[in-house]
């Protein structure tokens, strides 16, 4: 089975990385400091912290392996490589909806760094693989769950 690259901005693997981190130095560690507690309660099989501790600790380790494969399997983009003429992966852009008049600013980022609320939207997602590869000034419909938007591109920046 082919291991899925996933590309990421620079930003989005320090991200990854610095999660990484936290949860294998902090987390872990106070994780297994709830299961010792825990135990010292006693009989283990109507312990209801021990089972609380245990499925975090579950959860947690899930969660390392999840990013640890994402690290492994990460490819960050060089963003020097990319040219600031064409919306790309790790660009900012500029957009007027062609219809209301209303402009909103969008990054341009891998799916694991997809935040849509904070504008930072998927280059997999409808808005975000729509506005890959348009040039400034251009005009381009997208579909969307709601219908088609008619988006004019403003400005493409990093």
Do not use: C, W
């Amino acid at each position: 089975m082919a291991k899925e690259v996933m590309v990421v901005t620079q930003e989005g693997y320090d991200k990854l990385v610095a999660e990484h981190e936290e949860l294998t130095a902090v987390r872990r560690l106070e994780v297994a400091e709830r299961l010792k507690e825990a135990i010292s309660y006693g009989d283990l099989s109507e312990n209801a912290e021990y089972d609380a501790a245990k499925n975090e600790q579950a959860e947690l380790e899930e969660r390392i392996l999840k990013l640890e494969n994402m690290i492994r399997n990460a490819r960050v983009l060089d963003e020097s490589e990319i040219t600031s003429d064409r919306v790309n992966l790790g660009h900012t852009v500029k957009v007027e909806d062609l219809d209301t008049n209303d402009v909103f600013t969008y990054k341009i980022v891998g799916s694991n760094e997809s935040d849509p609320l904070n504008g930072m939207v998927s280059n997999e997602s409808a808005v975000g693989s729509g506005l890959m590869g348009v040039g400034l000034n251009e005009d381009v419909s997208i579909e969307i769950p709601d219908g088609i938007v008619r988006l004019r591109v403003l400005e493409i920046s990093r």
